[in-house]
């Protein structure tokens, strides 16, 4: 890979999200190169950028002003709100995460994820809509990137902005349109960007390096827009009055011979992520210097012991990967502190904190979506009848790449599924088979896509065992973000009105 040029198109790119600027040699027009308009910027300026700052959106990244200020990203949140993750209550600052612990959910809270959101995800939009030939691939590439991050929009705040959303200038009011229209939409997307991959021209462009997260392989884009697919229809799965379509459209999936992401399948991204300002994996930036050395965050953000005694409890060896061992005497301790504790005589112990099979180098791929996911979803779709297939092998296949993607072998993951305990062995949780997929989510997916948990427990309730923070102001944790203060401010005729207190009883359509 060119990392120099990837990084100068990187660049480039994140400035045709708000503005068409100068980007050097990348920009080859006919025109005032000061001044270029869109329709003289290639999509293979755009894609790179694009692919890299969503991801940050998701995985996590620091300003790029500010690297000690980490940004509000949907996995920081979500570990938070499923008790992974939580403050050392030896930790200098005593205010880290007070937020989170409290479920204090404003308009203010994790507000970046909506606006940087649709910031980012303009350039989707600006790709799939070039009529330029030979994009077809991109197009594609497009359409599933910004279906992927518009679900999550749907799933965080419901009824959103989409027909109209993105068109810059023209619009700076959008409407906000039904979740339900959406959520058909986004499956209506992903069908046309796998018949875009299938039905591309002779002449079209592969993506090659532009694609810094598949690198041009459009087969695996179509597992990918196949797994997003059947996501998004196993979301709403419990809604009585989608069931006809989600049978159709399961069914569909089924006799069209759609593939999706398997074993070893992990969709990741790396434009060419190093120890340099700017250069980081959006992850590790939040827990490493430039120099890859522990930064503030990372020794503040601790274990919880719920999830470390869980993990011990269940013989689980991705303890050691999840979470980094203690400096008590030994080091090879686990420990956590209980979630909203404050320190005391009896909480000011070394506990773990983010763990080497999660955070390795400044330099390591992001991930954006795992074949444990995508496996635990087929999974899901065997058992409740949709698909054919064994769900018990798909299950243990999904466990096995947790393993595998943690730096942990296969046998160990034989072993560790092989225990007759419920939500851990298939047999040995009989009768609890979807809670017992979702509890491996929980573990798969601690310190990689915390959002993607804390939806998941909003949608089915599992896994139901793990507890509330101490300091939770009531029984329930919350189950949505509130629309942001700039949105409010900005779009007042269009955004639904709310209260703090539905951010805990305003369910998204599928959850009604």
């Not at 989707?124 to 992927?148: D, E, M, R, V, W």
């Not at 049978?247 to 434009?271: C, H």
């Not at 979803?377 to 058992?383: D, M, N, R």
């Amino acid at each position: 890979m060119k990392t120099k040029n990837i990084y100068k198109k990187i660049l480039c790119g994140l400035l045709i999200g708000t503005s068409l600027q100068s980007c050097d040699d990348f920009l080859d027009v006919n025109e005032d190169p000061n001044n270029p308009s869109s329709e003289n910027v290639n999509p293979e300026i755009v894609l790179a950028a694009t692919q890299v700052y969503t991801y940050g959106v998701l995985a996590g990244y620091v300003s790029e002003f500010n690297p000690n200020a980490v940004q509000d990203n949907m996995n920081q949140l979500g570990n938070l709100m499923m008790n992974n993750w939580t403050r050392d209550v030896g930790a200098s600052n005593s205010s880290y995460y007070f937020n989170e612990h409290t479920y204090n959910v404003t308009s203010d809270f994790y507000s970046g994820v909506f606006e940087n959101l649709y910031l980012r995800t303009s350039n989707y939009t600006f790709i799939q809509n070039t009529t330029k030939p030979g994009y077809n691939n991109y197009k594609a590439i497009a359409k599933i990137l910004k279906s992927f991050y518009f679900q999550y929009l749907v799933d965080l705040y419901g009824n959103i902005p989409y027909t109209e959303a993105h068109k810059r200038g023209d619009n700076l009011t959008p409407k906000y349109d039904d979740a339900l229209t959406i959520y058909r939409d986004l499956v209506v997307q992903l069908e046309e960007a796998v018949t875009l991959i299938d039905n591309a021209p002779a002449g079209t462009y592969n993506p090659g390096e532009n694609d810094v997260m598949l690198g041009g392989d459009m087969q695996m884009w179509k597992k990918f827009a196949n797994t997003l697919k059947l996501r998004i229809l196993l979301r709403e799965c419990k809604r009585t009055a989608s069931s006809a379509y989600i049978s159709s459209e399961m069914a569909e999936l089924q006799s069209s011979g759609a593939q999706f992401l398997g074993p070893n399948d992990n969709v990741t991204i790396n434009p060419g992520f190093s120890a340099a300002t700017n250069k980081q994996n959006g992850f590790a930036a939040m827990f490493l210097t430039i120099n890859d050395t522990y930064k503030n965050n990372w020794s503040s953000t601790a274990a919880t012991k719920y999830t470390v005694s869980y993990l011990q409890t269940t013989n689980d060896p991705r303890l050691t990967r999840i979470y980094s061992a203690t400096s008590a005497p030994g080091g090879n301790d686990y420990n956590g502190h209980q979630q909203g504790d404050v320190l005391n005589t009896s909480t000011n112990y070394p506990v773990s904190h983010v763990g080497p099979g999660l955070l390795q180098d400044s330099s390591q791929d992001g991930l954006v979506f795992t074949a444990t996911e995508s496996l635990l979803l087929q999974a899901e779709a065997v058992q409740r009848g949709y698909l054919t297939g064994s769900a018990k092998s798909l299950y243990e296949s999904g466990i096995t790449e947790s393993f595998k993607l943690l730096g942990l072998t296969t046998a160990q993951a034989v072993t560790y599924y092989s225990q007759a305990t419920n939500l851990i062995g298939w047999n040995g949780s009989t009768g609890n088979e979807i809670h017992a997929i979702i509890n491996q989510k929980w573990i798969a997916l601690n310190g990689i896509n915390g959002g993607e948990i804390w939806i998941e427990n909003t949608r089915t309730g599992f896994p139901s065992h793990v507890p509330l923070s101490t300091v939770a102001p009531g029984s329930t944790r919350p189950i949505r973000l509130l629309y942001p203060s700039s949105e409010i401010a900005g779009n007042t005729a269009n955004v639904p009105q709310q209260n703090e207190s539905e951010a805990f009883t305003s369910k998204i359509f599928w959850n009604q």
